[in-house]
Every structure is written in C-alpha cells, then in structure tokens.
C-alpha cells in the first residue's frame, strides 16, 4: 500500500471512519502479528499486542508523520508493547509449540520419522535462535523472515544501519556456531 493511500486512511480513521481501520488492520495485522508472535511465542498473548498496538493507531491516527514506512512505525510500536510486557512479567514466557499445531494442519502426513526429524531440526534452530541476545533475533527476524531492509530495522530498533549491520553479523555467526555443534551432536 502506498504512502498517499495511508494517509488518506488515517485521515478517516481520525474521523473514526470504522471501514478505513478495517483496510488498515487487513493489510497490517498479519504483519504484526507475525513479528509480536516471534518475540513473545505466546499466541494469546501476541493476539494482546497486536490489538494493543492497532487500538493505538485508532486512538491516534495522525500520529504518523510519513518519515519512515508505515509498516515500520506500527512494528515499532508492537516492539515498545513487547518489551513493556517482558518487563511486566519478570520472567520466562510460557510458549506454546505453534510447530505442533502447523504440523497438524499440514495436508501431507510425513511418516513419523520424518515428522520427529523435522521437529527436531526446528526445535534446535529455535534452540539456536532463543540462545542470541534479543537485539540481534529481533534483526535476523525483521530481515529474514519479515523481509525489511536495513533501513527499515535500524528504525524500528531505535539505533543506526551500521548497528544492524554488526546485529546481524554476530547473529549470524553465533547461530552458525550453534548449529554446527548441532549437528555435530546428532552425527555423534
């Protein structure tokens, strides 16, 4: 969606123009959503920011100025609601296991041993990922798996492109270490 057409949503959102939320929260939500789950690994919960952060954007639309990406700014906000929760919480999330339920969902049934596998390939990159500090999972995630440029992360996180250029380095190679050592483990 292009910036001309944001502004005008936002625009009627601050008239609480309820169709214009809606366009806004179908071409956002997934995004959020997506980026809140990775950080919290609580489903309920993420479904919590999420609508946090979008009830933000409907209380104050205008809010936006346009000087980075929308998508950006939203990510931002959902990173501030994050981070007020884990330090709300004082300690370690519960998490449940959306592999599970993906694999229940899959429409061709690998045979068990490929399902343990697979599982435990993902369990040890999981492993891997939960190991590096939060600013660089935060970059590996917003880079690989949300496709935002480095532009768009050294927004969100607050700090300059040459600092999720070295987030991403070590993030890269600590999980390189890890993941070597992992296989290594089940070779042995």
């Known amino acids: 969606m292009d910036q001309a057409k944001i502004f005008e949503l936002l625009q009627k959102i601050s008239q609480r123009n309820e169709g214009a939320f809606r366009e806004l929260y179908q071409a956002y939500s997934r995004k959020v959503y997506a980026y809140v789950l990775n950080q919290v690994k609580d489903p309920s919960k993420a479904e919590e920011i999420v609508a946090d952060t979008l009830y933000d954007l409907w209380r104050n639309p205008l809010a936006f100025r346009g000087e980075s990406q929308f998508s950006s700014w939203l990510i931002g906000i959902a990173r501030h609601k994050v981070l007020s929760a884990f330090r709300s919480q004082k300690g370690d999330p519960q998490h449940e296991d959306v592999d599970e339920m993906e694999e229940l969902l899959e429409s061709e049934d690998p045979s068990p041993d490929e399902e343990l596998a697979q599982k435990q390939h993902r ?54 270490t890890c993941l070597r050592l992992l296989l290594e483990r089940e070779r042995a």
Do not use: I, W
Request: aromatic share 8%.
């Open 123 to 176: 369990d040890g990159v999981r492993n891997c990922m939960d190991k590096l500090p939060e600013e660089q999972r935060e970059c590996l995630h917003l880079v690989f798996y949300e496709g935002y440029s480095l532009a768009e992360v050294a927004e969100v996180q607050l700090c300059p492109e040459g600092t999720v250029k070295t987030r991403l380095f070590h993030a890269r190679q600590k999980l390189k």
